[in-house]
């Protein structure tokens, strides 16, 4: 028996118990008569059934609940998912060290890439050679920070070609205060700026 099988009885399942009870009640009943131990027993195995079938169907209610929660947090992620990935200017979600986890559509455009291809390669891919070391202290420097940082900043695409960004990177930390993840705003900027 597994342990949803456990916890759940099927209202079928308790009936064919409760019969079970009525028909052993009926073939003892000249003895239970007879013998008051027997009969309370009888009597106490009635009101456990009662008890197991009113605690099914609260079961019951409480997994159609859960569903029904569950069902609608469902609807709030893919609603939240669907305002990140097509939201108009470019977001990347990286771990503290620039890793990329995630990337919206404007994002993948920017960089002239794709999702499959970005996701799991550092941010600093995308900053040319020269500029590499920089960037990493920014990134650290980001993180000792509390309030969002912005910089304009050299980049090139996927397929080499040089871009101009704005950048806007803020840290998520967790309940204690580690830094957890980096959130970054990507813009196309049209004249090029060396804030780094």
């Known amino acids: 028996m597994t342990v949803r099988e456990r916890v759940s009885v099927s209202p079928g399942r308790i009936q064919l118990l409760r019969q079970r009870v ?21 009597e106490e195995l009635a009101y456990a059934l009662e008890d197991l079938q009113l605690a099914d169907q609260a079961l019951h209610q409480q997994r159609d609940e859960w569903l029904n929660k569950q069902a609608a947090l469902e609807l709030e992620l893919q ?8 939201a108009p200017s470019g977001y990347l979600v990286t771990s503290i060290d620039g890793a990329i986890r995630q990337a919206n559509q ?16 550092s941010l600093v891919f995308f900053v040319p050679e020269g500029r590499r070391r920089a960037f990493r202290e920014k990134i650290g420097d980001l993180l000792q920070t509390a309030t969002p940082q912005e910089w304009t900043i050299g980049m090139c695409s996927w397929e080499g070609a040089p871009l101009v960004v704005r950048l806007t990177a ?3 930390r967790g309940p204690s ?11 196309s900027v049209g004249e090029p700026s060396a804030d780094l």
């Open 106 to 121: 404007a994002a993948l455009a920017l960089l002239e890439t794709s999702d499959r291809t970005i996701v799991g390669r």
């Open 177 to 187: 205060g580690r830094p957890l993840a980096l959130y970054w705003l990507l813009r």
């Open 170 to 172: 803020g840290v998520q």
């Open 22 to 42: 009525q028909l052993l009640y009926q073939q003892g009943r000249a003895d239970a008569q007879s013998d008051s131990v027997l009969n309370k027993a009888f």
């Open 79 to 86: 609603r939240y998912k669907d305002l990140f990935d097509h």
